[in-house]
């Protein structure tokens, strides 16, 4: 089965929407970094509906051992540079990724990526779900910006359009 990484967004995406519980199901084991378990928790004591990381028992808090420094120079956030650091000393494990330059950063860096909506496609191969259009809908009602473009190239992929 497969093992994943996980930023900030696409938890946080998956949660509102109610899917947060199909990643123990498409992955052996999802980690996060601490960083990403601090932003979590920075915005819940903020008041955000966000997940409190905690009450996943499938959730494992795993730090990389270094950072590339070159990516330090990027506008990406902390939880973006220590995913992927992870990830590239993981490299067998899927980096879940929302933000496009981090997504190809950690491409050119020849890791493998997937999106949050690349998760609803793999809930639906998986038999998790039916349809992914009232998902999808959802993610675009809790923030996530999906262009009509890309919604239609998703529905196409799985066979909803």
Do not use: C
């Amino acid at each position: 089965m497969l093992k994943a990484i996980s930023n900030t967004s696409p938890l946080l995406y998956l949660y509102r929407i109610g899917a947060i519980h199909w990643l123990p199901e498409l992955f052996n084991e999802v980690w996060i970094p601490e960083a990403v378990k601090n932003e979590l928790l920075a915005g819940r004591s903020r008041g955000y509906d966000v997940p409190n990381p905690d009450e996943y028992p499938w959730l494992s808090v795993v730090d990389p051992k270094s950072m590339p420094s070159e990516w330090l120079a990027l506008d990406l956030g902390v939880g973006e540079i220590a995913a992927m650091a992870l990830a590239l000393e993981n490299p067998k494990r899927i980096v879940l990724l929302d933000d496009m330059l981090a997504r190809r950063t950690a491409q050119v860096a020849g890791l493998q990526v997937w999106g949050t909506l690349k998760v609803l496609l793999e809930a639906k191969s998986h038999g998790l779900v039916d349809k992914i259009e009232p998902y999808i809908t959802k993610l675009s009602e809790s923030g996530m910006w999906v262009s009509a473009e890309v919604r239609q190239r998703i529905l196409r992929l799985a066979g909803e359009s």
